[in-house]
Nanobody
Framework: QVQFAESGGGSVQPGGSLRLSCRAS????????MTWYRQAPGMEREWVAA????????RYRESVKGRFTISRVKAESTVYLQMNDLKPDDTAVYYC????????????????WGQGTQVTVSS
């Protein structure tokens, strides 16, 4: 059974930092493109950052470039998202999933999502 367990969210002031973790199970993590998504209240879920199977390629949504860093540890089946200089617009529930293909970022492979982790940025 495919499962995603996100953690690390919280409430921070603008300019603050958080590090999110997502432990995946039930599929071959090492062969999967992994992507962080987020969903703000009343909005569609959107992809935020993606990392290739080996970790050498990374893609970021324009609005988070230079502030967020995605990484992965194969031995832990875990993908991380380091978020710096957080802004109120980053407020959302953050999820991870495996994507279908590197050329199809934003197309999640699995329909069963984790519970997500809430990130709130406000002064």
């Amino acid at each position: 059974q495919v499962q995603f367990a996100e953690s690390g969210g919280g409430s921070v002031q603008p300019g603050g930092s958080l590090r999110l973790s997502c432990r995946a199970s039930g599929f071959v993590f090492g062969n999967s493109v992994m992507t962080w998504y987020r969903q703000a209240p009343g909005m569609e879920r959107e992809w935020v950052a993606a990392i290739s199977t080996g970790g050498s390629l990374k893609r970021y949504r324009e609005s988070v470039k230079g502030r967020f860093t995605i990484s992965r540890v194969k031995a832990e089946s875990t993908v991380y998202l380091q978020m710096n200089d957080l802004k109120p617009d980053d407020t959302a529930v953050y999820y991870c999933n495996a994507d279908l293909h590197w050329n199809a970022i934003g197309n999640a492979r699995y329909s069963n999502w984790g519970q997500g982790t809430q990130v709130t940025v406000s002064s």
